[in-house]
């Protein structure tokens, strides 16, 4: 980054949406935000460093991948990083956008330090799962070695597989 287009911080910035093609975004020096929404193009792939303690949640939403006649299609993610966050609970909200029975599904799901220094805080993810009728949500797979406790809820069916957490015995891919 060139220091002469950047900024060097955000104040009272709440919302914070990503769209588009897959991108890193890092939250250092965006104070006060409240919301991440992810709604980028099928397929893609985001990184969130450094979100702040405070968060109230991230939402992956498919909203941009229902447009026109594609109002019931599946809604399709590669992976979400997620590093060195600093809120001890961690909300992610599954909002599948479908009009009847899509699939919103996130292949990866990675939750962990950034750096050796630079280390996450969340102890428990909570996953909301949304949708309207008969949609459903799936994650392929779930790495969160700092993550001790998962709370799922929401109205539509939820599929997971967790692939590492913290104080983990189990073996992968046991859906």
Do not use: C, W
Not at 36 to 49: C, E, H, I, K, Q
Not at 63 to 88: E, M, S, V, W
């Amino acid at each position: 980054m060139n220091g002469g287009n950047t900024f060097k911080s955000f104040k009272n910035f709440q919302n914070y949406e990503v769209e588009g093609a897959g991108s890193s975004h890092n939250f250092t020096n965006l104070n006060g935000v409240k919301t991440v929404v992810v709604a980028t193009d099928a397929g893609t792939s985001n990184t969130l460093v450094d979100l702040p303690s405070d968060l109230a949640s991230i939402s992956l939403s498919g909203k941009n991948q229902n447009i026109g006649n594609a109002n019931n299609a599946d809604q399709t993610f590669a992976t979400l990083d997620i590093k060195a966050a600093k809120a001890k609970v961690l909300t992610l909200n599954l909002d599948n956008t479908a009009r009847v029975d899509g699939v919103l599904s996130l292949a990866n799901l990675n939750i962990g330090h950034n750096t050796a220094t630079d280390l996450s805080a969340v102890e428990q993810l909570n996953i909301v799962s949304n949708g309207k009728r008969l949609t459903s949500n799936d994650i392929g797979s779930i790495k969160a070695e700092t993550v001790g406790k998962f709370v799922l809820s929401g109205s539509q069916d939820l599929n997971i597989d967790i692939d590492a957490a913290a104080k983990s015995t189990s073996q992968p891919g046991g859906r």
